[in-house]
C-alpha cells in the first residue's frame, strides 16, 4: 500500500511534529510559574500521572524534557555541585528511605559517564543499623561480620542513592547513581 502525501501536507507534518504537545505547554506554563513563585521548577511523576502518562518510558522522556528545560547537564551539575558541599545524614530523610540506618555522609565526586551521573561518597564513623530481628550494631561492626557484610554494604549504597535521589531528581528530572561508596 502507498500512501500519497502532498508537499503541503507534509510541511503541515513537519510543522507539526516541531510544536510541542498540549500536555508539554502545560507543563511548561507551570513550570514557568513555579520559577517565578519558589525560584526553581520541579519535576513530579503524579503531575504526569494526572496527564494519563504513566509508562516509565514516557515518564523518562519527560524526566529529559524537563532537564533540557531547566538547562541540561550544565545546570544539574551546577546543583549537585551546591548539595555537595553539605553534610548528609540520615536523620534527615524519612524513615521509608532510611530503613533502620543512622549514619552520616558526604558526597566525594561526581561524574557523568555514558550519560549516567555517578557521585561517590563517603560514610562518616560512628553509623548504626537495626537489624530485622531488632539487633542494634555500629555499622562496622555489621559490615565486619562475614555474613552480612556484603548486604550492609550494599543497602548503605541504595539508602544513600534515595536520600540523594529525593533532592536531586525533583529539582533536575535526574536519577543518580550511587557508584562508590566508602565505609
Not at 519558589?38 to 522522556?61: A, C, M, N, Q, S
Request: with cysteine; glycine share 6%.
Amino acid at each position: 500500500m502507498k500512501i500519497i502525501v502532498t508537499e503541503s501536507q507534509m510541511k503541515m507534518v513537519i510543522e507539526n511534529s516541531q510544536k510541542p504537545t498540549r500536555i508539554t505547554d502545560i507543563l511548561i506554563d507551570m513550570w514557568d510559574k513555579q520559577t517565578k513563585e519558589d525560584g526553581y521548577p520541579t519535576f513530579d511523576e503524579d503531575v504526569l500521572r494526572y496527564f494519563g502518562i504513566d509508562k516509565w518510558t514516557d515518564i523518562y522522556d519527560y524526566a529529559e524534557f524537563f532537564n533540557d528545560y531547566i538547562g541540561g547537564e550544565e545546570k544539574t551539575m551546577e546543583m549537585i555541585d551546591k548539595l555537595s558541599i553539605n553534610n548528609f545524614s540520615t536523620r534527615d530523610f524519612p524513615e521509608r528511605l532510611v530503613g533502620g540506618y543512622n549514619f552520616d555522609w558526604r558526597i566525594i565526586n561526581v561524574y557523568v559517564k555514558d550519560d549516567v551521573y555517578k557521585i561517590d561518597c563517603q560514610v562518616s564513623d560512628g553509623g548504626s543499623v537495626t537489624l530485622m530481628d531488632g539487633r542494634h550494631m555500629s555499622l562496622k561492626d555489621a559490615i565486619g561480620d562475614e555474613e552480612m557484610s556484603w548486604e550492609i554494604q550494599g543497602e548503605v549504597s541504595d539508602v544513600i542513592q534515595d536520600c540523594l535521589n529525593s533532592l536531586i531528581y525533583p529539582r533536575t528530572g535526574i536519577k543518580v547513581d550511587v557508584y562508590y561508596v566508602e565505609i
